[in-house]
């Protein structure tokens, strides 16, 4: 009986415990540029895809994905860091959209939302 209520007490304290973001999140944004979406699903404690496509005012929609892009989560502060920047240097080429890879790098994940630090606290919601 003993082991079963520690058995119990470790699975309630593993659901109160911050995890980090799990699932998907998604975000769009109409500005004088043009409009933007971006969807990031997190395959695990330390990798996500990042689908995006960016349509510039009077343009064509470009989009593009990138796999297993690596990140660092810090529990602490609920930062979520992009490690090493090529695969949204890369995306970004693609799309032509006028940003850089170091504005999407910072997140920060509180509130089951991830919030884009550099983009104004662009919020990305829990899809």
Do not use: H
Not at 32 to 43: D, M, P, Y
Not at 55 to 76: K, L
Request: charged share 20%; glycine share 8%.
């Amino acid at each position: 009986m003993r082991i079963l209520i520690n058995v119990i007490l470790s699975v309630v304290a593993c659901a109160i415990v911050d995890n980090g973001p799990t699932g998907s999140y998604c975000g769009a944004a109409d500005t004088f540029l043009g409009k933007a979406t971006i969807n990031i699903s997190i395959t695990s404690s330390s990798t996500f895809n990042i689908e995006a496509s960016w349509t510039p005012i009077g343009g064509e929609t470009e989009s593009g994905s990138e796999n297993d892009v690596e990140y660092e989560y810090d529990t602490s502060t609920g930062k979520v860091t992009v490690k090493g920047l090529d695969k949204l240097k890369n995306l970004i080429a693609r799309m032509g959209a006028p940003l850089s890879a170091d504005m999407l790098a910072q997140l920060e994940f509180k509130d089951d939302t991830l919030y884009v630090t550099r983009l104004a606290n662009f919020p990305l919601k829990s899809c």
